[in-house]
T-cell receptor, first 110, second 116 residues
Framework: RKEVEQDPGPFNVPEGATVAFNCTYS??????FFWYRQDCRKEPKLLMS???SGNEDGRFTAQLNRASQYISLLIRDSKLSDSATYLC???????????FGPGTSLSVIP | DTAVSQTPKYLVTQMGNDKSIKCEQN?????MYWYKQDSKKFLKIMFS???????INETVPNRFSPKSPDKAHLNLHINSLELGDSAVYFC???????????????FGPGTRLTVL
């Protein structure tokens, strides 16, 4: 099993739609979880951290399920500007590093 | 006011050449990283430095040599460039939190390396 796995997509959704991405991780000792966003030909930027209790930032909601070792990202009322690649990031405690997932590509269509 | 800067932004060179990429951060962070993003868009860590000390050295060919003259700078030198080295190289920085948890990483704009 790969350390961090994501559905690569692409997800093509109309404006206003709700879309959800999942990410699974292999190390049960992982404690830090993030969603980063990467626009085409740009650097990754933090979208949000993922907390045990789940957290929401405007139209974005992140959830953590430790028992099943996955995190999710829900985007409501999709905007054209949400089109990007969403990277799931998980820390590997034994190795003092984080692992970036392969990313899920989202295209929001007018 | 750039937080993490890299130079050059684009680098086109012939196989066999030696090249360097420079990175600087003005965020006051104590940890810096080099990542490689290949054509399949996978972002893989290469090196990590904490307070100028190497803490992560992934299985990267020894043609790649990082150097951190101080906490704010992490440079990457590549010897004998090969076609497979073509990729986007990102520098990043963060504040070390002890290893059991992680803080946000801030990335530079990337250096697009093309080896001909």
């Amino acid at each position: 099993r790969k350390e961090v796995e994501q559905d690569p997509g692409p997800f093509n959704v109309p404006e206003g739609a709700t879309v959800a991405f999942n990410c699974t991780y292999s190390n049960s000792a992982s404690q830090s979880f993030f969603w980063y966003r990467q626009d085409c030909r740009k650097e990754p930027k933090l979208l949000m951290s993922v907390y045990s209790s789940g957290n929401e930032d405007g139209r974005f909601t992140a959830q953590l399920n430790r028992a099943s070792q996955y995190i999710s990202l829900l985007i409501r009322d999709s905007k054209l500007s949400d089109s990007a690649t969403y990277l799931c990031v998980v820390n590997m405690p034994s190795y003092d590093k984080v692992i970036f997932g392969p990313g899920t590509s989202l295209s929001v269509i007018p | 006011d750039t937080a993490v800067s890299q130079t050059p932004k684009y680098l086109v060179t012939q196989m066999g050449n030696d090249k360097s990429i420079k990175c600087e951060q003005n965020l006051g962070h104590d940890t810096m990283y080099w990542y490689k993003q290949d054509s399949k868009k996978f972002l893989k860590i290469m090196f990590s430095y904490n307070n100028k000390e190497l803490i992560i050295n992934e299985t990267v060919p020894n043609r790649f040599s990082p150097k951190s003259p101080d906490k704010a700078h992490l440079n990457l030198h590549i010897n004998s460039l090969e076609l497979g080295d073509s990729a986007v190289y990102f520098c990043a920085s963060s504040q070390w939190s002890g290893g059991s948890s992680y803080n946000e990483q801030f990335f530079g704009p990337g250096t697009r390396l093309t080896v001909l």
